[in-house]
């Protein structure tokens, strides 16, 4: 029989499940990677004018967690089922590695 899926409630919640999904070194260094380029993209983007290249942002934040997941980590991105959640655990982490909270090696690896 088939147990509920869980749901989280709270980005509180759901963090400790988003970094158990990012455990391979080299996808944490493609997350920070991609949300690092997206950054400066969309801040060039604002202070320069030119705004077409916020139409970069989704492919350049996407494009790199994805080959993370599907070459790396080899499981499925929770940005499908978690989007708001997803999205906000790539900038924790992010902020988490720049801070020395995380590393790109994942405590379990």
């Not at 350049?60 to 655990?89: M, Q």
Request: glycine share 8%; no cysteine; net charge positive.
């Amino acid at each position: 029989m088939n147990q509920p899926e869980h749901r989280y409630r709270s980005l509180r919640e759901f963090y400790p499940y988003y970094l158990s999904e990012h455990q391979n070194t080299t996808s944490r260094v493609l997350h920070f990677t991609g949300t690092g380029l997206l950054i400066l993209v969309a801040l060039a983007a604002i202070f320069s004018g030119a705004f077409a290249w916020l139409l970069l942002v989704p492919l350049i934040g996407y494009g790199f967690a994805w080959v993370g997941h599907f070459f790396f980590e080899r499981n499925k991105p929770a940005t499908f089922k978690y989007p708001f959640y997803s999205l906000a655990s790539d900038f924790k982490l992010f902020f988490d590695i720049l801070r020395g909270r995380q590393g790109f090696k994942s405590r379990g690896e």
